[in-house]
């Protein structure tokens, strides 16, 4: 596997376009790779080798964000990606040909980061107040969410992860929603001026790894040895391996020392759930919501969309 920036991933599209056979199996498998704890079975499975002995060649292209990889996955660009419930439901309304492989991890962990000295104890206390978010995302999702539970109108700010961090060291906003790892990130900046608020029912994240139709059709056999090499990283995420913990950090960006709380979060199964399809019908309605998606989108079955053949071949 080789980590790449996002400008190769359009040189492949190019390629693509003059010919490139993408249907033949010796070709490498190209994973669109969200750069998050959530996915942490793809630097694992690189650097414990599970992807060298799996038989497919296995390249990785990093992208910032869900909403990203899953749109070069629907342009060509990828053949996997990964996306969070969130934008992979709200991407299934505009690309019926998305396929839904496996469920990596969950993450029940997902809430705001405030500033004590700004006067926040509480999520009522952020009446009134503007947050950075990445808009369109799990944490879009999960800041709307319990917002509303608590009855509070806050003033949701568009902030990219990477800006997230700068956002609120700098004093131009008190609170942020994120996921891992600028969340991490943003505690450890903070230090004991931090105050993490959750809502009383807590979101679930899901952790999708996604295909298209015609890579399923022509590379099942490929797409299953790579779930084999990911569900294979499950394990020593779970004993919490000293080498997947440094293979974790060294792919996030994230201090070994902070690490092992971070994947202490994520419940590492890859899977596929009985209750996904709901909670991906929940995720689309509430894009639909707040205008993300046309409000006279048809909302799919997502039992149709969840393939459960690649994962059925893998043993754990």
Same mark, same amino acid.
């Given at each position: 596997?080789?980590?790449?920036?996002?400008?190769?991933? /359009?040189?492949?599209?190019?390629?693509?376009?003059?010919?490139?056979?993408?249907?033949?199996?010796?070709?490498?498998?190209?994973?669109?790779?969200?750069?998050?704890?959530?996915?942490?079975?793809?630097?694992?499975?690189?650097?414990?080798?599970?992807? +060298?002995?799996?038989?497919?060649?296995?390249?990785?292209?990093?992208?910032?964000?869900?909403?990203? =990889?899953?749109?070069?996955? &629907?342009?060509?660009?990828?053949?996997?990606?990964?996306?969070?419930?969130?934008?992979?439901?709200?991407?299934?309304?505009?690309?019926?040909?998305?396929?839904?492989?496996?469920?990596?991890?969950?993450?029940?962990?997902?809430?705001?980061?405030?500033?004590?000295? +700004?006067?926040?104890?509480?999520?009522?206390?952020?009446?009134?107040?503007?947050?950075?978010?990445?808009?369109?995302?799990?944490?879009?999702?999960?800041?709307?969410?319990?917002?509303?539970?608590?009855?509070?109108?806050?003033?949701?700010?568009?902030?990219?992860?990477?800006?997230?961090?700068?956002?609120?060291?700098?004093?131009?906003?008190?609170?942020?929603?994120?996921?891992?790892?600028?969340?991490?990130?943003?505690?450890?900046?903070?230090?004991?001026?931090?105050?993490?608020?959750?809502?009383?029912?807590?979101?679930?994240?899901?952790?999708?790894? /996604?295909?298209?139709?015609?890579?399923? =059709?022509?590379?099942?056999?490929?797409?299953?040895?790579?779930?084999?090499?990911?569900?294979?990283?499950?394990?020593?995420?779970?004993?919490?391996?000293?080498?997947?913990?440094?293979?974790?950090?060294?792919?996030?960006?994230?201090?070994?020392?902070?690490?092992?709380?971070?994947?202490?979060?994520?419940?590492?199964?890859?899977?596929?759930?009985?209750?996904?399809?709901?909670?991906?019908?929940?995720?689309?309605?509430?894009?639909?919501?707040?205008?993300?998606?046309?409000?006279?989108? &048809?909302?799919?079955?997502?039992?149709?969309?969840?393939?459960?053949?690649?994962?059925?071949?893998?043993?754990?």
């Amino acid at each position: 596997m080789t980590i790449r920036v996002f400008l190769t991933a /359009l040189l492949m599209m190019a390629l693509t376009a003059c010919g490139g056979n993408a249907a033949d199996s010796k070709q490498a498998l190209t994973l669109g790779w969200v750069v998050d704890p959530c996915w942490s079975q793809v630097p694992v499975a690189e650097d414990l080798g599970y992807f +060298a002995a799996s038989g497919v060649d296995i390249e990785v292209v990093p992208f910032p964000t869900g909403a990203a =990889a899953l749109e070069a996955l &629907t342009g060509g660009a990828v053949d996997v990606a990964t996306g969070g419930d969130v934008p992979a439901a709200a991407a299934a309304l505009k690309s019926p040909n998305l396929r839904i492989i496996a469920d990596g991890s969950r993450w029940p962990e997902g809430r705001f980061v405030a500033r004590r000295s +700004a006067g926040i104890n509480s999520i009522e206390d952020l009446q009134g107040r503007k947050v950075a978010v990445p808009l369109g995302s799990s944490a879009h999702y999960f800041a709307t969410k319990f917002l509303s539970e608590a009855n509070v109108d806050a003033e949701l700010i568009q902030t990219g992860p990477a800006e997230i961090v700068t956002a609120i060291a700098n004093g131009d906003v008190d609170v942020v929603a994120v996921f891992q790892p600028p969340l991490a990130k943003v505690i450890a900046a903070l230090g004991p001026d931090a105050v993490e608020l959750q809502g009383d029912e807590k979101y679930n994240q899901h952790s999708l790894y /996604l295909t298209n139709a015609d890579t399923l =059709a022509t590379r099942e056999a490929d797409l299953s040895a790579f779930l084999g090499a990911v569900r294979q990283a499950d394990a020593p995420l779970t004993e919490r391996d000293p080498a997947a913990l440094t293979a974790v950090a060294r792919a996030t960006g994230l201090d070994e020392q902070l690490i092992s709380g971070v994947v202490d979060e994520f419940q590492f199964t890859t899977q596929l759930g009985p209750e996904l399809p709901a909670d991906l019908a929940d995720r689309a309605r509430w894009a639909q919501s707040i205008g993300r998606v046309p409000a006279d989108a &048809t909302i799919p079955d997502y039992r149709t969309l969840i393939v459960r053949g690649p994962l059925d071949g893998v043993t754990q």
